[in-house]
């Protein structure tokens, strides 16, 4: 088993696609379109509070995904940075690669100063859960957002 962690190029955009539909397809969620095409664009952009997209290979396939982005934060003149997206293949869960996902994260948050990184998950994701608990600590915090 050999796994590669790297940062998605343009020329990973189909396999950067299918892993985000499934992403999405977990969640129920589908998008437009044009919000494929324009979030891939952003993982090119020089702004520093772009999302960051890495890719997980796992024997020159593409297993896994994650989208973080950088922020300024009132409590943490460093700023944070908040993984929004995780994503490992069915086929290949359980074999350390969420783990490596996020370890890079927080080797890339290290990198640039920022020891601060959160993310959300919803109730239910019990297998990802069990990761989570492992590799980060859960708060107390409910999330609220504006009605659609």
């Known amino acids: ?9 343009p020329k990973d955009k189909p396999q950067w696609a299918q892993l985000w539909y ?9 998008l437009p379109l044009n919000v494929y095409d324009e979030t891939f ?5 020089d702004n520093p509070y772009s999302p960051t997209c890495l890719i997980a290979w796992l024997d020159g396939r593409a297993v896994g995904l994650v989208h973080f982005i950088f922020h300024a934060h009132c409590w943490r003149p460093e700023g944070i940075c908040y993984l929004q997206d995780l994503y490992v293949d069915d086929q290949t869960r359980a074999r350390g690669v969420g783990r490596a ?3 890079a994260v927080y080797q890339a948050a290290d990198l640039r100063g920022v020891p601060g990184v959160y993310w959300l998950t919803q109730d239910f994701n019990a297998e990802a859960r069990r990761l989570y608990d492992r590799v980060g600590e859960a708060t107390p915090f409910v999330k609220y957002r504006r009605p659609e």
Do not use: K
């Open 22 to 30: 499934a992403y999405l397809d977990f969640y129920d969620t589908t």
């Open 101 to 103: 996902l996020i370890n």
């Open 1 to 9: 088993m050999t796994l590669e962690i790297r940062p998605v190029m």
């Open 41 to 45: 664009e952003q993982l090119f952009s």
